[in-house]
């Protein structure tokens, strides 16, 4: 049995001008509910931009879990330009990763993780494939990790004697709530690096691909049908 309060990833960005940045994110986060607003930016509090899906109530949260948790990320990239060339490296208690490749790739892999991560309660429903973390994934591999992690919490609930959802329609709908969150979430970008431009790109490139999946995700599913469907009974004996 996996232990979530061992794991964590670890990214190191190393600019070809010789600046370093490091972040050690654990999986499990706890803190309370309402913190000190003298101690985080002002963009941080859950009524700046709150998203219009976002479940939370003023009374009981005064921060944004997302925000809260991206802000230090946020802040060290503000001097760092999305098409800035960088090492990336990313440690797990499992493995490691290098990649050559621009500053972007790399920040939305980590703000991916940190976002699924989170107590938001929508990203939330991400947090076991975020366990799985895969970074610098492609389309097809994030095709593969949402379905097959929505098909296994669907396995999981006729288990329960609940119903299978074989159809994606949760799916579907949990990604159109995440267009409206990172449509939202964005403003709040806006605000914390409003004079650089990766934060902005990263939230963008997450924006796409959430439309992308919520509105063609039977496109990209059909292209990988070949990798699973048994093609052997489809020839003919002689």
């Given at each position: ?13 190393t ?6 940045l ?37 009374k ?21 330009l ?29 703000i ?15 947090r ?8 610098f ?94 093609k ?7």
């Amino acid at each position: 049995m996996f232990d979530s309060q061992q794991m964590f990833i670890e990214y190191t960005f190393t600019m070809d001008d010789g600046k370093v940045l490091h972040y050690k994110i654990h999986f499990e986060r706890p803190r309370p509910n309402v913190l000190n607003k003298a101690d985080y930016p002002r963009w941080t509090e859950l009524d700046f931009h709150q998203c219009s899906n976002c479940p939370l109530d003023m009374k009981e949260y005064s921060h944004c879990p997302a925000a809260i948790d991206a802000k230090e990320i946020i802040l060290g990239f503000c001097e760092i330009l999305s098409c800035s060339a960088a090492d990336v490296r990313v440690r797990t208690p499992e493995r490691e990763y290098i990649k050559r490749s621009d500053a972007q790739t790399g920040l939305r892999a980590l703000i991916g993780f940190v976002m699924a991560t989170s107590a938001c309660p929508l990203l939330s429903k991400m947090r076991g494939m975020a366990h799985y973390h895969l970074p610098f994934a492609s389309l097809d591999e994030i095709v593969f990790r949402v379905t097959s992690s929505y098909l296994l919490k669907q396995y999981y609930n006729h288990q329960d004697g609940g119903v299978a959802d074989l159809e994606l329609n949760g799916l579907k709908m949990f990604y159109e709530e995440m267009q409206t969150l990172n449509y939202d979430f964005l403003q709040r970008i806006r605000a914390a690096a409003s004079e650089a431009d990766s934060n902005l790109d990263v939230l963008s490139t997450l924006f796409s691909i959430s439309a992308l999946l919520s509105l063609r995700l039977e496109p990209h599913l059909e292209k990988l049908k070949p990798l699973f469907v048994d093609k052997t009974n489809d020839v003919k004996k002689i």
